[in-house]
């Protein structure tokens, strides 16, 4: 990304910003967001109270944890045992869900999503929520490329996430970063897909030699008025095809 789009995309999130913050109902939202969970209407004023601020949220996440923990999982062992693993996995997380600090995230992801911002805003206001400084609204600006791992695949998967208003040359600005990643993904096994060319004729090939055909009699097989095959052409034939579906 050269420095002219960076300065197009960084123009374009500082206007963003600029309408957020000056909207009635936002503002609100903010104030009593910060009511709610004890931070001057204003924010905070500096680092050393934000720092405070984030010890007294684990001091209630522990304290939390502490006092209800115990009877939770006396109550969740017995729903387990039962067999209802639907209301287990629904009190389990309904009881993570209380702890504090994932309670202020669900919070700031709630007014994300009223004002129809992108997921990516949520550590921004997260942070504005703190602070009252919209310079620390600020996120990414651009496509972004997110890497995550499917644990039922046990795989690495990229995908490039965007905005609204994202444009085509902006997902051509990181082109060279999505090249760049393509080249970790585990399942990726060359570097450009070949066509598959005379597949069915050495698939042909190959199935014959199952069924116990010599190559020469395979050749006879395969041969047509357009095309004469020969020993070693069918030999050709049956090994492009074991490389290009795996067969050792």
Do not use: C
Not at 36 to 53: A, F, R, T, Y
Not at 151 to 157: A, G, I, L, P, S
């Amino acid at each position: 990304m050269n420095n002219d789009q960076i300065k197009k995309l960084s123009s374009r999130q500082q206007q963003k910003i600029k309408l957020l913050i000056n909207k009635p109902d936002f503002d609100k939202a903010i104030v009593e967001l910060r009511v709610k969970w004890d931070i001057p209407k204003k924010g905070l004023k500096d680092q050393k109270e934000i720092d405070n601020w984030y010890q007294q949220l684990e001091q209630d996440d522990k304290s939390f944890i502490e006092q209800n923990w115990t009877r939770k999982k006396t109550e969740l062992q017995k729903i387990k045992e039962s067999g209802d693993h639907f209301k287990y996995k629904s009190l389990l997380d309904d009881f993570n869900h209380s702890i504090p600090r994932n309670a202020l995230l669900r919070d700031i992801k709630a007014l994300v999503k009223e004002f129809k911002l992108s997921p990516r805003w949520v550590r921004g206001v997260n942070r504005y929520l703190l602070t009252n400084n919209p310079d620390t609204l600020g996120m990414f600006i651009g496509p972004v490329i997110s890497t995550k791992i499917d644990f039922e695949f046990d795989t690495q998967v990229i995908s490039i996430e965007i905005d609204a208003d994202t444009t085509l040359n902006d997902i051509k600005a990181i082109w060279p970063s999505v090249k760049s990643a393509q080249k970790n993904l585990r399942y990726k096994t060359q570097d450009k897909f070949q066509p598959l060319r005379q597949f069915e004729r050495n698939k042909k090939a190959y199935e014959l030699q199952k069924q116990g055909l010599t190559y020469e009699e395979i050749a006879k097989e395969l041969s047509n008025a357009k095309k004469e095959y020969g020993y070693e052409d069918v030999g050709k034939m049956i090994e492009r095809y074991k490389k290009k579906v795996d067969i050792n």
